[in-house]
């Protein structure tokens, strides 16, 4: 059962959705002035720093060929069906490197379903402007309309409900492989995205504009975080290596120390040995401004993991870093000095997903082992472990925003919201995939404020209602997401990405998503109350999200026209950009 | 938050042993700041750094002096740090980007200068042999006021032989320490001559003065409630006295009484304290004590020893606990390391593995009427889900002990370019594969090694020995 295999990394790449889709440039006018990223996918240019084009990590034929003999997936990964929790951990030795880089390690094998849909996918793909008639031909209603909604909730004091009405914006091109994952700012104003190219990106989150290509690591990057002042980003690699850089100059952060240091004219002897070590060592890997790692103090890359680093989070003051590695282990890292602080003998299989609480005082951390473990991050001791009866791998893990719950995303195509104090689970989200891949997800917030309530609303009331909701990618490359409490979809936006969608992340009315076809697209909430005729919200030919909310509704014709709203946009990209710079 | 998990309440309150070892070239005093997450640490080069207690690991370095460093005072918010050197200034720094945002040079050597609790832009000096100040810095030209040392004579002796001899007593009466009250209306002055003043803050003058000691005042330290107050003198004895409301609308400074609460002190082996500090809540008292490695932890409630802690074979000088841990910090005289007294809890095992229970003795298992039933699963999943009807608020903030909610407060930038971390710095690279264990006094200025050995007990023992220093 596929459920229990750890998670088959984000990174599995799908030929078609890359080379074989041919874009016309009309849809890439909508990213306005990114010279590179907005022509043809095919003849990149990602970046001036790029090491030799020859570079392995680009290789296109690896992508052609994913997956040419599943068999040897189950081969390799599914030796021990029955005990498949205590997998040999020789597991990644056996992996080849290009394997790895392409973090296509997945154990399980595509499952039927998906694999149908990406058939579909890439048909389709073959003509221009595809994914209209695709969609609108996948008419099956979605599992999860099953809840009513709550009409007296969402009708309080006779206002619109505040649902999440995400809208897409802006397609971000310039990765040449899979994305594993993407995160917005903590301020809000830029966009980071980690790609199996080995590369990160840094993407300026209102104008869309690429601003930084992030190249020294050795292989893919398959975490990132933001630093909560924004300034520093952190990325994790198949390298095994965890690089800091700053945001600004694009270069590493530990570097710019590096380079501080010697002009002050600090130690002589030892300074001296450091410098002849990072020049021969840029030497050798060929990038410049390379910092090393400089002895104790590890300038540079912060080395000490023994595996691929999977996972990354900061802590809210932004000194400490927790990173989840394929070694089975958690490791928190001292930000200033790029030390290793403690390490957590935390799992028994690959840490799939680390977090921090919002006052720092703890630390997550789920593997595919199917434990979630909560550590105080003082005394590295672990406080509570949180397990579910039916033990599925757990992909990915974060706190509430209120660090009172823990949501954590597993391979049974479930979200599940554990109150980590009592040990139970709260709730349960389906409706969308999740049995392969480790894709990610969060919570979401709209405030009366983010729906343009502004006009309609005395001052004290302004921010008064706030709607929290989680969202998550979806194998099929769909958004999901949904009210945190009735458990019920409130919006789903179909075939975001082609392929797999591995990730979400959400920021007030900023939504930004990445998959495996390499393309980020950046999504923004539109009040409802934007439309005129929705003033009066009773039926009408509009119909999109708020339908459902009306007098009982057919949930499924709702999804429908949801649906179809989005693929109407879907069709012309370029003119909704320009609508809304104006 | 992680206080939701844990069950430390059943630790003890005061520290326990050694947790950890610092070292930044040779610390003379440390002091935390009042959120506890940073502890700031003078060096005797004149260096001051802040740690990141989280981390354990240098969060900032201030260079500006280039005296041993004797005092240090936070700011409420914590972003203003008040460091003090026997080489006749104090800087104030803004840690936001680490300059100094004033300097102000006195005309001789400060023993201590704290800043007022609730306006950083004020504070008060007690100096080596002059008379203390009151320096206001709101503006850019800052304002002195020297407050005296002695109260005011009532004018009625008429012997001018007497007055001049009393004039001349008055001359070398000096003030040792100084604190605010915690409103910051008033200041409390220990004097040579082991009198405690109380100053109001705004008319400085003495409003209350008594001897309380026979030997120089060297320490006075107050609760974070402002109610307790901790007095070091060199007689050999800790005193605590309770301070009454000195911000009262009807107080009369003639009816101020300030009674004696507890009498530390070891008469068997006649020690003498190198520095104290209140805990936390006050409940218990910690002092180093001099030529000696011991810290000696009283309880207030009932003034018994409840502790002594062992740590290096090294004389402790100032010492500081942590405004709301049991957690001790000291610098070791010798080697100039803060050395960190803490209690470690055990891990709880059944935390690792849920279905596990700790159980003292042995529990006879009663089964469950359902228990082996068995139930398909797709019914057993569709129970699950239809429990789960619960109101679960994802938002608001339960925030038990309120620290670390205060948004919008400071927060230290995070510095990539603190060099070496000094916490291992103990060691120089001397060649290819060779390490050389540094001696304390290679970061000191050239003519501060000499003194290394005395500088120690010096800078502790406050007044001992301060009038020959110099």
């Not at chain 1, 022509?39 to 990590?57: A, E, K, V, W």
């Not at chain 2, 009250?181 to 040579?192: F, Q």
């Not at chain 2, 936390?280 to 001099?290: D, I, K, L, N, R």
């Not at chain 2, 608020?393 to 070496?420: C, K, W, Y």
Request: proline share 5%; hydrophobic share 30%; glycine share 8%.
């Amino acid at each position: 059962m596929p459920a229990s295999e750890p998670p088959s990394k984000r990174r599995r790449v799908h030929d078609q959705s890359l080379n074989s889709t041919p874009r016309d440039s009309s849809s890439e006018e909508a990213v306005p002035g990114s010279p590179p990223e907005t022509t043809r996918l095919t003849d990149q240019n990602i970046s001036i720093r790029r090491g030799p084009p020859s570079s392995p990590l680009l290789s296109e034929n690896k992508h052609q060929s994913p997956n040419p003999n599943p068999g040897d997936h189950r081969r390799r990964y599914r030796s021990s069906e029955s005990t498949s929790r205590s997998r040999s951990r020789s597991q990644s030795s056996a992996r080849s490197r290009s394997r790895s880089i392409l973090r296509s390690r997945s154990r399980s094998a595509p499952y039927s379903h998906s694999r149908s849909r990406s058939g579909s996918r890439s048909r389709s793909a073959s003509h221009p402007r595809s994914r209209s008639p695709d969609l609108s031909s996948s008419t099956t209603p979605h599992p999860t309309s099953h809840a009513e909604p709550d009409h007296h909730h969402h009708h309080r004091r006779g206002k619109l409900p505040l649902l999440p009405n995400y809208r897409s914006h802006l397609l971000l091109q310039g990765h040449t492989a899979a994305i594993s994952q993407v995160r917005i700012s903590p301020d809000g104003r830029w966009i980071a995205s980690a790609s199996a190219d080995g590369t990160a990106k840094i993407w300026d989150a209102s104008t869309g504009v690429h601003l930084e290509t992030l190249v020294g690591h050795m292989a893919g990057v398959s975490c990132l975080a933001w630093a909560p002042d924004s300034d520093t980003l952190a990325t994790g690699s198949d390298d095994k290596a965890i690089r800091l850089w700053d945001r600004v100059t694009g270069s590493p952060a530990h570097d710019v120390a590096h380079r501080d240091n010697s002009s002050e004219g600090m130690g002589s002897v030892v300074m001296k040995g450091v410098a002849m070590r990072a020049a021969a060592r840029r030497a050798r890997i060929g990038v410049p401004g390379e910092g090393v790692r400089g002895g104790r103090t590890g300038r540079g890359p912060l080395l000490g993991h023994h595996n691929y680093v999977y996972s990354l989070a900061f802590s809210p003051k932004g000194n400490i870093l927790v990173s989840g590695s394929y070694d089975e282990a958690v490791f928190l890292w001292d930000v200033r000095a790029g030390r290793l602080m403690r390490s957590l003998p935390a799992h028994s299989d690959p840490v799939s997903g680390v977090g921090f609480c919002r006052d720092g005082t703890l630390v997550v951390s789920c593997s595919t082992d199917g434990l979630i473990r909560v550590w105080d991050t003082s005394t590295g001791q672990c406080l509570r472990t949180l397990v579910h009866e039916d033990n599925p791998a757990v992909a990915n893990v974060c706190f509430s925003p209120n660090g009172r719950f823990v949501l954590a995303f597993s391979l049974d195509s479930s979200i599940r919201l554990w109150d980590y104090v009592s040990g139970s689970v709260k709730k349960t989200y389906q409706g969308h995939t999740n049995k392969g891949f480790s894709i990610g997800g969060c919570f979401g917030l709209l405030t009366d404020e983010d729906d343009g309530m502004r006009e309609e609303l005395p001052d004290e009331e302004i921010g008064s209602r706030q709607r929290p909701f989680i969202a998550s990618a979806s194998e099929e490359g769909d958004i999901v997401m949904w009210d945190v409490k009735s458990k019920e979809v409130i919006q789903r936006i179909k075939g975001v990405h082609q392929g797999v969608c591995f990730c979400v992340d959400i920021h007030g009315t900023t939504m930004v998503s990445a998959g495996q076809d390499g393309l980020i697209k950046l999504f923004k909430h539109r009040p409802r109350n934007d439309h005129p005729k929705r003033e009066d919200s009773e039926a009408n030919a509009m119909g999109d999200t708020d339908a459902r909310l009306g007098d009982a509704p057919d949930p499924t014709t709702a999804d429908e026209e949801l649906q179809r709203q989005v693929e109407a946009e879907a069709e012309s990209p370029g003119q909704r950009v320009k609508e809304e710079q104006v | 938050m992680n206080l939701l998990l844990s069950d430390d309440y059943l630790l003890q309150d005061y520290p326990e042993n050694i947790t950890n070892t610092i070292r930044s070239g040779h610390s003379t005093c440390v002091r935390f700041n009042r959120r506890g997450d940073f502890l700031a640490s003078g060096r005797v080069d004149g260096t001051v750094v802040i740690w990141d207690l989280e981390t354990m690991g240098v969060a900032r370095k201030l260079r500006g002096h280039s005296k041993n460093i004797t005092s240090l005072s936070w700011s409420r918010c914590g972003r203003y740090l008040l460091s003090a050197c026997q080489g006749w200034k104090a800087i104030l720094w803004d840690l936001q980007d680490g300059k100094r945002l004033r300097e102000v040079r006195f005309r001789a050597p400060v023993y201590g200068a704290e800043l007022h609790p609730w306006n950083h832009l004020e504070f008060a000096a007690a100096l080596f042999e002059d008379q203390p100040m009151l320096i206001d810095i709101a503006d850019p030209a800052d304002v002195r006021y020297i407050l005296p040392s002695v109260q005011k004579r009532p004018n009625t002796e008429t012997d001018a032989n007497l007055r001049e001899k009393q004039a001349k007593e008055d001359a070398k009466h000096m003030t040792t320490a100084i604190v605010y009250t915690a409103t910051g209306d008033h200041l409390l002055a220990g004097t040579t001559k082991g009198r405690l003043n109380i100053l109001d803050a705004r008319t400085r003058e003495i409003i209350y003065s008594e001897k309380i000691a026979s030997g120089i005042i060297t320490t006075l330290r107050l609760t974070e409630s402002g109610k307790e107050l901790l007095v070091n003198a060199q007689d050999r004895i800790i005193r605590t006295f309770i301070v009454p409301n000195l911000s009262a609308v009807d107080l009369d400074p003639d009816t101020i009484q300030i009674p004696l609460e507890h009498k530390f002190q070891d008469v068997v082996n006649r020690l003498s304290w190198n520095h104290v500090a209140f805990s936390s809540t006050g409940e218990y008292v910690a002092a180093s004590t001099y030529n000696n490695h011991e810290l000696y932890i009283w309880e207030r409630g009932h003034g018994s020893l409840v502790r002594m802690l062992e740590g290096p074979k090294e004389e402790q000088g100032v010492i500081e606990w942590h405004p709301h841990r049991a957690l001790l910090a000291a610098c070791g005289l010798e080697t100039g390391r803060i050395n960190i007294w803490s209690v470690t809890s055990p891990q709880r095992w059944s935390a690792l593995a849920p279905d596990f229970v700790e159980v003292e003795e042995n529990v006879e298992y009663i089964e469950k009427e359902d228990e082996f039933d068995i139930h398909p699963h797709e019914e057993i999943q569709k129970r699950r889900l239809d429990q789960e009807d619960e109101d679960v608020d994802v938002l608001t903030v339960a925030d038990g002990g309120g620290l670390g909610s205060d948004v919008g407060a400071f927060r230290m930038p995070i510095l990539f370019n603190l060099g070496e971390s000094d916490s291992e710095e103990e060691f120089v690279n001397v060649g290819l594969g060779t390490l050389r264990r540094k001696s304390p006094g290679d970061q000191d200025e050239g003519d501060m090694t000499g003194e290394e050995k005395g500088l120690g007990k010096k800078t502790s023992g406050a007044g001992r020995g301060r009038g020959r220093r110099k």
